[in-house]
């Protein structure tokens, strides 16, 4: 069954809207979330990594300032696009993982900036 | 130079056929090593783990040679369902944080 729940799937809104994306862990506690964003025909690039109760650590070129990241509970991760643009177009996923099992991704979100 | 390299495909290759794919990274400190399987639009999904001695699940096999830093997966009696983008995927830390992927290689499978 799905490990990782992540709402919403698909998000089209206007320039300078600012979006937030949801990131469940199903059935456990994860203190530990990725974010990942996928560009068209690229690979997943790692954005930044949650840990619940202290601040995200961002991977270098990531704005930390337009990617807020929440990681207030054991179960939930929150990724805010603030000001959104066309560039910031593009599908993000989160994961996690449950010990030393490999990462489980979440449904992803496409997000569709106009 | 990319740090986990994918020939992009795509392989077009008839239903039964076998197809292997490679994969080289350029890390030679790497802890770990998988394939995803991505379908179009939607989100990786773990295919299989690669251990050092090799391993098989149903028709996938999937090898590592540390030595030469790459990584395989063979598919065997090739399904329509197996179409999909195949993501090598290695891991840089123990703890399994750091994943870094391949750009996927596309294979396409013919009736």
Redesign the interface.
């Known amino acids: 069954g799905a490990v990782v729940s992540q709402h919403p799937s698909w998000v089209i809104c206007k320039s300078g809207t600012s979006v937030k994306i949801e990131c469940r862990s199903l059935d456990f506690q994860a203190t530990t979330m990725f974010w990942y964003r996928q560009f068209p025909k690229q690979s997943l690039m790692l954005m930044a990594t949650s840990n619940e109760g202290s601040k995200a650590t961002y991977e270098q070129g990531v704005e930390k300032d337009k990617f807020l990241i929440n990681h207030a509970s054991l179960t939930l991760s929150t990724l805010t696009v603030t000001s959104a643009h066309p560039e910031d177009s593009s599908f993000y996923i989160c994961s996690t993982k449950m010990g030393n099992q490999p990462q489980h991704f979440g449904d992803g979100t496409r997000l569709s900036i106009l | 130079r990319k740090e986990?390299e994918q020939d992009p495909g795509p392989f077009n290759v008839p239903e039964g056929a076998t197809v292997a794919f490679n994969c080289t990274y350029s890390n030679s400190a790497s802890q770990s090593f998988?394939w995803y399987r991505q379908d179009c639009?939607?989100?990786?999904?773990?295919l299989m783990?690669v251990y050092s001695s090799g391993n098989e699940d149903g028709r996938f096999t999937a090898q590592l040679n540390r030595a030469s830093q790459y990584i395989s997966l063979l598919i065997r009696d090739s399904k329509l369902s197996d179409s999909a983008t195949y993501?090598c995927v290695v891991n840089y830390d123990n703890a399994?944080?750091?994943?870094t992927?391949?750009?996927?290689t596309r294979l396409m499978v013919k009736p």
């Not at chain 2, 992927?101 to 996927?104: D, L, N, T, V």
Request: hydrophobic residues 40%; proline residues 6%.
């Open positions: 986990v998988f639009r939607k989100e990786p999904k773990l783990s993501l399994g944080n750091m994943l992927f391949g750009g996927g």
